[in-house]
């Protein structure tokens, strides 16, 4: 499958599972691979330093190495995790600590497994992408806040116009502007949240 993007991948395996032709494969176009021991301090000193990685591969032939998924999920919080594992009771414990895929190493199917972590991901882009982006909402400027401090001593819209010498309109729209910005809908709500602006 003929990838896009420059992935970077973070590879745990002390024991030599990974299977060469599938390390071939992830090496094609412009992957950066990195390899780490088990050593919970390096491969965390490794992440900090390399961020983001795209994801990352850890091997695991015992249940003592189980003690790294849960910090490895936490530390790889936005990456795909594989766990190339040699039984079933250790594919149990990765999934368990939320590594999205588990492959026995003595039956992988590699090239569907490429091909899920890569639609994983292009899903994972898509959310992103979709997701509401946090509105940029502008402080109140001098004559908001001073209209907002007429509206906590109670003064309507006409008497708040005749104050500051601007159109009952233009009034109406600072209010809209007000409530934004407080995140209110009326106008004892906006009062009660005015104390700050006095």
């Given amino acids: 499958m003929q990838q896009t993007t420059t992935q970077q991948i973070l590879i745990i395996d002390d024991h030599q599972m990974v299977p060469a032709g599938w390390l071939e494969h992830l090496r094609k176009g412009e992957n950066r691979i990195q390899y780490t021991s088990r050593e919970p301090a390096e491969i965390r000193q490794l992440i900090q330093a390399t961020q983001p990685y795209t994801w990352g591969i850890i091997t695991l032939s015992d249940i003592h190495e189980c003690h790294l998924l849960q910090p490895l999920r936490r530390w790889l919080s936005q990456a795909v995790l594989v766990a190339i594992t040699t039984n079933d009771e250790l594919g149990s414990y990765a999934y368990s600590a939320g590594l999205e895929y588990v492959t026995n190493s003595t039956k992988p199917d590699w090239a569907a497994l490429h091909q899920d972590i890569n639609q994983t ?21 001098a004559q908001q806040r001073q209209i907002l401090h007429y509206v906590a001593h109670g003064m309507s819209n006409k008497e708040i116009s005749r104050a500051t010498y601007l159109a009952e309109g233009t009034v109406k729209n600072h209010m809209i502007r007000i409530f934004d910005y407080l995140g209110v809908t009326n106008r004892t709500q906006a009062a009660l949240k005015a104390a700050p602006f006095a």
């Fill in 121 to 141: 991901l292009r899903q994972r882009a898509r959310q992103r992408l979709n997701q509401p982006r946090p509105r940029k909402i502008q402080p109140l400027n």
